[in-house]
C-alpha cells in the first residue's frame, strides 16, 4: 500500500490526491481522448492487491486541444 492505512498512514495523502487531480484536470484540458480501432468493447480488470484494481490492457488514441 502506497500511503498506508491505519491511525500512522501518510501524513501527506490529501496532498497527493489533490496533487493527481490537478494532473487529471490538465490533462483533460489539454488532450483529447478518443477510442481507436484497437480500443476494445469492454474494459479488462484484474483484481489486484488488497481491492485494489487495476486495467489490464487498453489502447486510447490522443490528440492535443488546439485552441
Do not use: H, W
Not at 1 to 27: Q, S, W, Y
Not at 31 to 39: A, G, L, P, Y
Amino acid at each position: 500500500m502506497p500511503f498506508g492505512m491505519g491511525p500512522r498512514n501518510c501524513i501527506a495523502i490529501r496532498f497527493a490526491k489533490e496533487e493527481l487531480k490537478l494532473v487529471l484536470c490538465t490533462l483533460v484540458k489539454q488532450f483529447r481522448f478518443f477510442s481507436v480501432k484497437e480500443t476494445g468493447d469492454k474494459i479488462k480488470i484484474s483484481d489486484g492487491y488488497n481491492a485494489v484494481n487495476s486495467i489490464v490492457d487498453i489502447t486510447v488514441g490522443l490528440a492535443s486541444r488546439d485552441e
